[in-house]
């Protein structure tokens, strides 16, 4: 699904009428390195950066 489809159904229409499915809600966790991570409401993290940088698009 490329996001401008999705940001147009989402703006204009409802996202579900294109097969859009709802975004699942995420854990975002740092530890005390620095390190970023996301999860599901109760499982382990799905995926995982040691040393997240900033990037420029």
């Known amino acids: 699904m490329r ?6 159904a989402g703006a ?11 975004l699942p809600s995420w854990r975002v966790r740092r530890n005390d390195c620095g390190g970023l991570s996301f999860a ?6 799905f995926i995982a950066a040691d040393h997240p940088v900033t990037v420029r698009r």
């Open 3 to 8: 996001a401008r489809e999705w940001a147009i």
């Open 12 to 22: 204009f229409r409802d996202p579900a009428e294109y097969d859009i499915p709802d």
């Open 40 to 45: 599901d409401e109760d499982d382990e993290p």
